[in-house]
């Protein structure tokens, strides 16, 4: 069993940035690919970005490449989603989730263990 904790959402303003921590307690975290998702008011749970176990592959959805980061430490068992030049329409809970093979996938289907997210609030 993999125990996922979210940290450090609020409320910012746009152009600010944040960085998301997700806590992994439980197995070894090098074999578990790691993603981040969000599902905002009335809306699809969508993709946001996946690393794979060894952390040397990276997938951001295309709406936020080039603002988005995704980076994990193994040593902390901890994943980190560095948000910058934030967006209203980022505005979302975003779950933390581990897939229980090190590949790394957009498809929120494959993954194994989710936390219990974290809300991010973008005011304009």
């Known amino acids: 069993q993999v125990q996922l904790v979210e940290s450090g959402g609020g409320l910012v303003q746009a152009g600010d940035s944040l960085r998301l921590s997700c806590a992994a307690s439980g197995r070894t975290f090098s074999n578990y690919a790691m993603g981040w998702f969000r599902q905002a008011p009335g809306k699809e749970r969508e993709f946001v970005a996946t690393i794979s176990g060894s952390g040397g592959s990276t997938y951001l959805a295309d709406s936020v490449k080039g603002r988005f980061t995704i980076s994990r430490d193994s040593a902390k068992n901890t994943v980190y989603l560095q948000m910058n030049s934030l967006k209203p329409e980022d505005t979302a809970v975003y779950y933390c989730?581990?897939?229980?093979?090190?590949?790394?996938?957009?498809?929120?289907?494959?993954?194994?263990?989710w936390g219990q997210g974290t809300q991010v609030t973008v005011s304009s």
């Open positions: 989730a581990a897939r229980a093979i090190p590949f790394y996938s957009e498809n929120y289907y494959l993954y194994d263990y």
